[in-house]
């Protein structure tokens, strides 16, 4: 559980979800998959 609450990005706050994906693309990642998770 703990390795994937670290590799995981669940934000509400949507500014918070574009660095990390911001993140992902500085660090030369090519392929993101998005996903919802929860009841919405």
């Known amino acids: 559980m703990e ?3 670290d590799s ?3 934000e509400t706050d949507i500014e ?3 660095g990390q994906i911001q993140s ?4 030369g990642y ?3 998959y998005l996903a919802t998770m929860g009841p919405r």
């Open 3 to 5: 390795s994937t609450r």
């Open 8 to 10: 995981v990005v669940a």
């Open 16 to 18: 918070e979800n574009i």
């Open 24 to 27: 992902c693309a500085d660090a």
């Open 30 to 32: 090519d392929e993101l």
